[in-house]
């Protein structure tokens, strides 16, 4: 097995990587070694975020921003410690990153400002100032792609549906672009006057595809429209930084970048954030409370009603430091620059190996342009479910189905495919492991 | 590899060569039914002679175990009373969700015991079912389209 053509030096130590990760050394379906290719999904856990959730309930365990005695001192002071260490991390300030649950209720959060703001101000009640940048009216437009996740699709149409505005969307080429240029489906068709809000992902979880958000931010804010990024598939895997992107919020989940589940942010540029009335009500959130009405918090505190969930944000934190501190093998790229260097390479000998297989047609860009590591792929003759299920029964564990895009493969005319995708605990031989695989999976369907 | 006990030779068999295959005309009922986590589908009628089923005819798309699945149910449910093949459908479920720990019955189930297997896995089960699950609601609508005949 020949893995010349991967760039050594751009790869990190994977197997001292690997030693912070415990799940990484059992063994599936009868004594595989496991080969994890499902980060896309969820990345696992190393030891340094699990021992930060642990460390927070045995040292320093209250709810925060409550009550004043040591522990909800501490307590408060390890969670907007972590706020700081993930805004540093985006290029942002604290005040400006909101935690949630995940990045769709990160999404939410941002969808159902529109559909509140546009609510409150059909009943002439009390807005934040500024909230006419969230109030639609009938026959304004919200603009998607057709490669986004159902995360950041479904909430829009929700929108749509409460305030009586129109989605459109931009469409995707044939090698997994978006079509920019097309007169009738491209940037200057589609983002117009009527342009309230564009949303888009900045890296297809299905095609891998990194979009051209400066572009089109650039076109939707000419037009007066706010821009939303869904960074799922962006922040773990690349260098990412809020201000330069040009885009009104961000979004995306802890647990894809080696955080604990229950832990999203949301970034928004603060003045937008002042403006918006708030998305979940109750504890927290509030400046003064009367029975008949209350009035709420500046952000971020605005959006995070009830008492937050200070551990997982902690772990997200302890996670950034890891991603932070990790080295490329010969020590000249760090951090999030070691990682994008280690996934390109990966992504590259992938593309390879898997177009020398016959009968593999992979679904996205074939090279390793503008492209991050989630690589799907068909298999002729042999369902997604069916491929999924070989590469299981040998310890490759990979996502098969629509990836919660289920417009974009219309678009492909496939009803599933399967996907593999990287992160910094694979090596090579994981590719080496996934292409033989398929290559077994077709013998047993006798496809070849 | 446990894959030979999942994808039995029967069950590739069907896949590769479906029976009874096509949407067929007269039906008394249609359906259309969807695994969201996946996008499989599958699009089946039911025609009824009386408290017989006479003809069950189907199309869709999706993995070997819910194509193939399709293609047991056509040949283990037509031409049979509705009473029996309700007792079919319910034995194919109770199969399905044991978690491999329910013994199937050739005598009732015929060639649908080949999927066995795939009640050890626990992300298959609903291909499996789709048509099944297809074909108890089809027979529903059916009876009730029959009953509301009758009363009218």
Redesign the interface.
Known sequence: MTTSSVHRSDLLDVEAVSKDFPILARTVRGGNKLVYLDSGATSQKPNQVLDAERGFYTRCNAAVHRGAHLLAEEATDAYEGARLTIANFLGATPRELVFTKNATEAINLVSYAFSNATAKSGHGRSLPDGAERFILAPGDEIVVTQMEHHANLVPWQEVCDKTGAVLRWLTVDDEGRLDLDDPEHGLNAVITERTRVVALTHQSNVLGTITPVERIAATAHAVGALVVLDSCQSVPHMPVDVQSLGVDFVAFSGHKMLGPSGIGVLWGRYELLESMPPFLSGGSMIETVHIDSSTFAAPPQRFEAGVPMAAQAIGLGAAVDYLNALRSQDGSLHGMDAVVAHEHALTSYALERLSDINGVRIVGPTQAVQRGSAVSFVVDGIHAHDVGQVLDEMGVEVRVGHHCAWPLHRRFGVAATTRATFYIYNGPDDVDSLAEAIVAAQKFFKVV | ???ES??QEII?DHYKNPRGRGLRDPFDAEVHHVNP?????ITLRVRLDGDRVADVSYDG?????SQASASVLFEQLTDHGVTDDLETADAFLALMQGRGQVEPDEDVLGDAVAFAGVAK?PA?VK?ALLSWMAWKDAVAQAAAGQAHEENS
Request: charged residues 20%.
């Open positions: 590899m446990d894959l999942l994808y590739l986590t996946c996008g499989d589908e798309q999706g993995c070997s175990i896995y298959r291909c």
